[in-house]
T-cell receptor, first 114, second 113 residues
Framework: EAGVAQSPRYKIIEKRQSVAFWCNPISGHATLYWYQQILGQGPKLLIQFQNNGVVDDSQLPKDRFSAERLKGVDSTLKIQPAKLEDSAVYLC????????????FGDGTRLSIL | QKEVEQDPGPLSVPEGAIVSLNCTYSNSAFQYFMWYRQYSRKGPELLMYTYSSGNKEDGRFTAQVDKSSKYISLFIRDSQPSDSATYLCAMSALYSSASKIIFGSGTRLSIRP
């Protein structure tokens, strides 16, 4: 079974620029999650999708972050404009469904803001 | 007070020792409890997934959940240098149509050969 795929692995941008991350979940997984992991901390959930609908985005800074999951498969997370405090690893995870099935993570995108 | 507390370590033990990792939590609504292992520059890898109180064993790993004390543990027997990593606890509960998932800050573990 192929795992969760994410790209790019690394991204360096200057503050106020925009950036986008891509995620392809495990085949057949209906639920997709985006997390932010700041160095030395555990992952913090930003948004979760069930198929192509958002079920919770309460932790997403909506003035600069946006996410979509077209056709209920791949997902993109965008930051515009980026701030210095957005430097982190952005992790994507998927699970069979929303009912607390275990989540499987990709290796993340490491974002550095200059 | 954080909803999930985890000692960040670092924790260093000799090869072959039994390792005990712990987390406490404050939200009694949490029903599902997970332990993840994270190597440097990699994503978290699921080790154990348990529901409600009790023990679960998988090879050298044993997870314990005590809901009355709001305390979970992960034991690693016969620890190996390859077990050196950061261990994250996580817990979740269902609210309406979404999951509330909170991770601990992680414990850095080093196994000395």
């Amino acid at each position: 079974e192929a795992g969760v795929a994410q790209s790019p692995r690394y991204k360096i941008i200057e503050k106020r620029q925009s950036v986008a991350f891509w995620c392809n979940p495990i085949s057949g997984h209906a639920t997709l999650y985006w997390y932010q992991q700041i160095l030395g901390q555990g992952p913090k959930l930003l948004i979760q999708f069930q198929n192509n609908g958002v079920v919770d985005d309460s932790q997403l800074p909506k003035d600069r972050f946006s996410a979509e999951r077209l056709k209920g498969v791949d997902s993109t997370l965008k930051i515009q404009p980026a701030k210095l405090e957005d430097s982190a690893v952005y992790l994507c995870a998927s699970s069979l469904d929303i009912s607390n099935q275990p989540q499987h993570f990709g290796d993340g995108t490491r974002l550095s803001i200059l | 007070q954080k909803e999930v507390e985890q000692d960040p370590g670092p924790l260093s033990v000799p090869e072959g020792a039994i390792v005990s990792l712990n987390c406490t939590y404050s939200n009694s609504a949490f029903q599902y409890f997970m332990w993840y292992r994270q190597y440097s520059r990699k994503g978290p890898e699921l080790l154990m997934y348990t529901y409600s109180s009790g023990n679960k064993e998988d090879g050298r790993f044993t997870a314990q959940v005590d809901k009355s004390s709001k305390y979970i543990s992960l034991f690693i027997r016969d620890s190996q240098p390859s077990d050196s990593a950061t261990y994250l606890c996580a817990m979740s509960a269902l609210y309406s149509s979404a999951s509330k998932i909170i991770f601990g800050s992680g414990t850095r573990l080093s196994i000395r050969p």
